[in-house]
């Protein structure tokens, strides 16, 4: 057995892209790893689009260098294109063919036999749920249904590598949460993604690793719990029955690190740093001390917590 790592499905190295005085990628840098899922999070203008569009050979770096599956992306464009698929937030499908009509024509202009590309539409239009919808022209499908005929017109080829921006930006919960189970259907599948969001809660679902930006630059990187934690500690969320004993309660637990309840509230939170024996301790202390605790709880650090520690806004 090998113990050298494969060859990443996708590395950006170094990326930066100027638009005349805008400074659209300050020199990015990450890599995918084959058959996992990246998700690049960032608020509107960080650079996501940008850098999807250098990896789909679509524009071409300023500086820094770019592979797919191991081919340079400036020298040999279209190499790259023919391992690529590309889905987004504005669905590239012809309004007035059928979903079915729409496939077929990807896989014509692909080079496949008219059977063959008859038969790969109907698959996908199964497997997207869009068979009872497959002979309506487009122009009548919801935008949940024309995202996901947008995926699967990406999926035609059987790319190895797949690009997603921004691909459930505008959907309601519901058809979202349809994406969502499709694109896990395929990343079980063995398909390297790489998706930009803007939502946390779309990254910490679907991606494997995160890669944060903001205004081109990478600010940090990891998993969503590596994230959560480097940035958030579980705090202990003591509740006083009245301002008086929470006051209390500070005063006593100066010690544990306990923050001082804001403005008329009962509630004090305590890190959680030395684990279970810290809220025993804690809960001991008020205890001897004749303080009542009306509730205690828990609170993870959430992905937005690290989100508007690190960019200063909130992302969703
Ligand atoms: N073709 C372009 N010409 C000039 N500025 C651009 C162009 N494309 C993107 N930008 C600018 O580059 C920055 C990053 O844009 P973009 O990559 O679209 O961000 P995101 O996709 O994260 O919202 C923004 O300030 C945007 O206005
Ligand atoms: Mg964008």
Redesign the pocket.
Known sequence: MSTSSPTPAIVADGLVMH??D?H?LQGVSFDVPSGSVLGLL?P???????AVRILTTILRPTRGRAEVAGIDVVAHPNDVRRRIGLAGQYAAVDENLTGRENLTLVGRLNHLATGDARRRAAELLEQFHLSDAANRPVRTYSGGMRRRLDLAAALVTHPPVLLLDEPTTGLDPASRQDLWDVIGTLVSDGTTVLL?TQYLEEADRLADRIVVIDHGLVVAEGTAAQLKSRLGETTVVLSFHDPAAAADAVGALVDFGASRPVGEQVVVHLPLRGGAGTVRDALNLLHDRSIDVGRIDLHEPTLDDVFISLTGSSAS
């Open positions: 638009f005349g805008v659209a960032g509107n203008g960080a650079g996501k689009t940008t930009t």
